[in-house]
T-cell receptor, first 114, second 113 residues
Framework: DTGVSQDPRHKITKRGQNVTFRCDPI?????LYWYRQTLGQGPEFLTY????????KSRLLSDRFSAERPKGSFSTLEIQRTEQGDSAMYLC????????????FGEGSRLTVL | QKEVEQNSGPLSVPEGAIASLNCTYS??????FFWYRQYSGKSPELIMS????GDKEDGRFTAQLNKASQYVSLLIRDSQPSDSATYLC?????????????FGAGTRLAVHP
């Protein structure tokens, strides 16, 4: 399978716990995006990486959220001190580069905070 | 005003009919536009992209773009029950040379036999 891979697919946690999601983009895609989607809404942009550089971070991303892409390949999204409002689907997408504008999405990581 | 607006639906059409999905956007300088289909519990998958004013056809799907009116639409001909899904309109609002897709809330389409 050469698509975008996300892990874990489902995570149930208690409020106040930390969680981390991993995304492996399509090989050689240098652009990586994180989105969040709640029920009945479209995906909301969270952050964007070009190679290892985080070039934009949405105001939606509070200080409890941090994303990294240390070697320009896989990325992690960590949520500290989770709140019930963090419950959502976290989608990762990748894109080859500037001349190719479509985003390819992974299957998502669904977070439930109890 | 939301950056990308869609009617939430549901839009209900009989099998074999044409389904028409609409989207308006706020950023006048946007240059690329996308329609994604999302089945319940699944991730979005790209159906169509359109960059120039006018129509673009791909099989049963036609995307229409009018930049002056800041309007993009998707027509699905010969609708099938398998087309029942949420259709997301996405507009590239990136600047500085990168692509940042902003999505509408989606329109839920129900095709009934």
């Amino acid at each position: 399978d050469t698509g975008v891979s996300q892990d874990p697919r489902h995570k149930i946690t208690k409020r106040g716990q930390n969680v981390t999601f991993r995304c492996d983009p399509i090989s050689e895609h240098n652009r990586l995006y994180w989105y969040r989607q709640t029920l009945g809404q479209g995906p909301e942009f969270l952050t964007y990486f070009q190679n290892e550089a985080q070039l934009e971070k949405s105001r939606l991303l509070s200080d409890r959220f941090s994303a990294e892409r240390p070697k320009g390949s896989f990325s992690t999204l960590e949520i500290q001190r989770t709140e019930q409002g963090d419950s959502a689907m976290y989608l990762c997408a990748s894109s080859p580069g500037q001349s190719f504008r479509e985003l390819f999405f992974g299957e998502g990581s669904r977070l439930t905070v109890l | 005003q939301k950056e990308v607006e869609q009617n939430s639906g549901p839009l209900s059409v009989p099998e074999g009919a044409i389904a028409s999905l609409n989207c308006t956007y706020s950023d006048r300088v946007s240059q690329s536009f996308f329609w994604y289909r999302q089945y319940s519990g699944k991730s979005p998958e790209l159906i169509m992209s359109i960059y120039s004013n006018g129509d673009k056809e791909d099989g049963r799907f036609t995307a229409q773009l009018n930049k002056a009116s800041q309007y993009v639409s998707l027509l699905i001909r010969d609708s099938q029950p398998s087309d029942s899904a949420t259709y997301l309109c996405a507009v590239n609002m990136g600047s500085g040379g990168y692509n940042k897709l902003i999505f509408g809330a989606g329109t839920r389409l129900a095709v009934h036999p």
